[in-house]
């Protein structure tokens, strides 16, 4: 019940978008990153390696966000794929569907879209069966 077989989020941030800061395009990291500026743009983490991306209060992100590990509390406003942990804190605010694995929301934080859960289960491995009557 309580088996956790997701990594760990990354404890070192190597990637930092300072206040102030405004980056018109997408964003492509690895490992750690901290926005405390502004990205108009998609920010995806390398697929198949653990990420961690921390949305401070004054970050924002306008586009898709796909990442391991996500803690915001600030505001994204696009789709977001946080497959192992998303943690949304009191002043984060979210606009677009939403994809997890494992969640946390805390009092106060504002979540505008779809939530939905990623299943672990294999897809292509699930049988379908036949309804009517076939006799």
Do not use: W
Not at 17 to 30: C, E, K, P, Q, W
Not at 72 to 98: F, M, P, Q, R, W
Not at 116 to 129: G, P, R, T, Y
Request: net charge negative; aromatic share 4%.
């Amino acid at each position: 019940m309580f088996n956790r077989k997701h990594s760990k989020p990354q404890s070192r941030i190597e990637t930092l978008i300072g206040a102030g800061t405004v980056i018109d395009g997408n964003v492509n990291f690895t490992g750690g990153m901290r926005i405390d500026g502004q990205v108009n743009g998609n920010v995806i983490a390398t697929p198949g390696k653990p990420s961690t991306l921390v949305v401070s209060e004054q970050g924002c992100v306008q586009g898709e966000v796909n990442v391991t590990h996500l803690v915001v509390n600030g505001a994204i406003c696009g789709a977001v794929t946080a497959s192992e942990y998303l943690e949304l804190h009191a002043k984060a605010h979210v606009t677009g569907d939403v994809h997890y694995k494992v969640l946390e929301i805390q009092v106060g934080a504002i979540l505008e879209g779809r939530l939905m859960h990623i299943d672990s289960v294999d897809h292509e491995k699930v049988v379908a069966f036949k309804t009517g009557n076939n006799h």
